[in-house]
């Protein structure tokens, strides 16, 4: 087991190269059997880990570039175990599900290398390392929405692309200066993120950090007022596009607060909570009311997420254990459930060419399965209890009620916003009458009921059996914030994470 991330890593990357080789008719088969062995290896990665552990597990470190500390350094904890299932599971339920006619093979091989860069991400413990997994990803994504996208879909793929490229410039000036300063500390160039973990930072010097990393990851997460290029993204990306971009990629970033700047900079992440709770709460109003307006049923969709996005901002800058946990629980039901709605309008768009909301009606008479299952999704995006949507806004929003039970009360009054234009949509969509180009619509069956019957199956045991994620999560964020006190340097901010947290009261449940 000493390699499986490395394996995790990279075997979709040389089944990308051995798909040049496959016949084109039967590249969809050989994808799906390649994305089910790199499932089942992710699984056999958490039967493995140790869930008792909050230290970080199956580490390799393999020099690059010794003069400069540069390595190849990766290993998991219980923050980012979950994360690593949901990409591999998330990737096969796409091939599955892939409706796409022209180009398949060259689309399936982006897709595999795609694969093997968010995974990098997730298991990166060098700084420059993480970078490097972090730009590659932009690539392989911008060609799926180039290529594979409708009538705007340059336009979409350029915006994307400037869009997190600089705020990822911005990133690697404070990830270089960061390296620089532990080399005037120590005499040592390393970008291992244990060793700047040793590292106190003066607080204006954090501030600055902080601003840097924030840039990075708040533009690709996107963060309002960073979220425009998103809509636009997910309304011209293929149905595959926009669900590894809603499943996985806006993940990353939240997943970088987590890993990176809460623990680099405490006190700077203290000090800009009520700045990243102002944005998180504004997302969550601006872009709900903005979705309602939508005709566009991917358009809606997208203004979803980043209204969700807004939910975990709160969470992850509660700084407490309820706060963080919730907020990664909640980026894996996000992941699950943002997939399965964008997969159920691909499917639609397939039957009847069309993604306005207008066009649809009745179709409950002619899909009964489908719009079974398309209620049940629609109820765990809303929250419902018992679905696994609930989990994660519950406990995300029960962190941020123990740093201000105010603006945790508007965030849940505002959150009633995404169940009137959620129900509104499915009222239109599956009620009233059945318009005349849907007459002949067929219901979900083959592949299309394996993969979103499987979302279904899942959407329901997380929200009924929460503990199995949340068990080994709460252990690695309580040792992460451990760290984090004890990296703290000004009084109030010491202070501050002593009210916020309740790690002995955790530790013992």
């Known amino acids: 087991m000493e390699h499986i991330l490395t394996m995790l890593i990279f075997f979709p990357a040389l089944a990308a190269i051995l798909g040049f080789l496959v016949d084109k008719n039967s590249m969809r088969a050989f994808a799906i059997v390649v994305t089910f062995v790199e499932f089942i290896l992710s699984v ?129 000036i404070g990830i270089l200066y960061f390296g620089y300063i532990y080399y005037q500390t120590s005499g040592v160039w390393s970008f291992a993120l244990h060793d700047w973990m040793s590292i106190n930072l003066p607080f204006s010097t954090q501030i600055w950090l902080f601003l840097a990393f924030f840039f990075g990851f708040a533009i690709k997460m996107p963060m309002f007022p960073f979220h425009t290029w998103l809509p636009l993204a997910h309304g011209q990306a293929p149905t595959l596009g926009s669900i590894v971009l809603a499943a996985i990629l806006l993940k990353m970033e939240t997943y970088g607060f987590i890993r990176f700047s809460l623990g680099l900079f405490p006190d700077a992440s203290v000090y800009f909570i009520p700045l990243l709770a102002t944005l998180g709460i504004i997302a969550i109003i601006y872009t709900a009311m903005i979705a309602y307006a939508q005709e566009d049923m991917k358009q809606l969709i997208a203004y979803s997420s980043i209204s969700h996005m807004g939910i975990i901002t709160i969470g992850v800058f509660a700084i407490n254990v309820e706060g963080i946990s919730g907020a990664v629980f909640l980026m894996i039901g996000h992941g699950i459930v943002s997939g399965a709605l964008f997969m159920s309008v691909g499917l639609l768009y397939d039957k009847t060419g069309t993604k306005l909301i207008k066009n649809f009606g009745g179709l409950a008479s002619k899909m009964p399965l489908f719009t079974m299952f398309y209620l ?37 009054l505002t959150i009633v916003l995404s169940a009137i234009y959620m129900l509104n949509m499915y009222r239109q969509t599956f009620f009233g009458r059945l318009k005349k180009i849907n007459m002949n619509i067929k219901d979900v069956y083959g592949r299309e009921l394996v993969a979103l019957g499987s979302l279904v199956i899942l959407i329901l045991f997380l929200g009924i059996y929460p503990k199995i994620i949340l068990e080994p999560l709460n252990v690695s964020v309580i040792n992460h914030l451990q760290i984090m006190e004890s990296k703290a340097i000004k009084i109030e901010t010491k202070d501050k994470l002593n009210e916020l947290n309740s790690i002995k009261g955790a530790s013992n449940e």
């Open 376 to 412: 049940i999704i629609l109820m765990a995006s809303i929250g419902l209890p018992l679905t696994v949507g609930f989990v994660g806004e519950f406990l995300s929003l029960l962190g941020f009620f123990k740093y201000s039970p105010l603006l945790a009360s508007i965030a849940v």
């Open 44 to 172: 056999i990665l958490y039967y493995n880990f140790d869930i008792t552990s909050p230290d970080i597990q199956f580490m390799i470190n393999i020099p690059i570039i010794s003069s400069y500390g540069i390595n190849y350094l990766i290993g998991i904890d219980g923050i980012s175990l979950f994360l690593i299932i949901m990409i591999t599971f998330m990737t096969m339920i796409a091939i599955i599900a892939l409706t796409e006619k022209r180009d398949v093979k060259n689309l399936i091989i982006t897709l595999l290398l795609l694969e093997m860069t968010m995974i990098g991400v997730f298991v990166s413990l060098d700084v420059i390392l993480f970078y490097i997994f972090w730009e590659l990803t932009i690539i392989p994504m911008f060609y799926i929405i180039g290529f594979w996208g409708y009538n705007k879909r340059l336009y979409a793929a350029v915006k994307f692309f400037l869009y997190t490229f600089a705020g990822s410039l911005i990133m690697l």
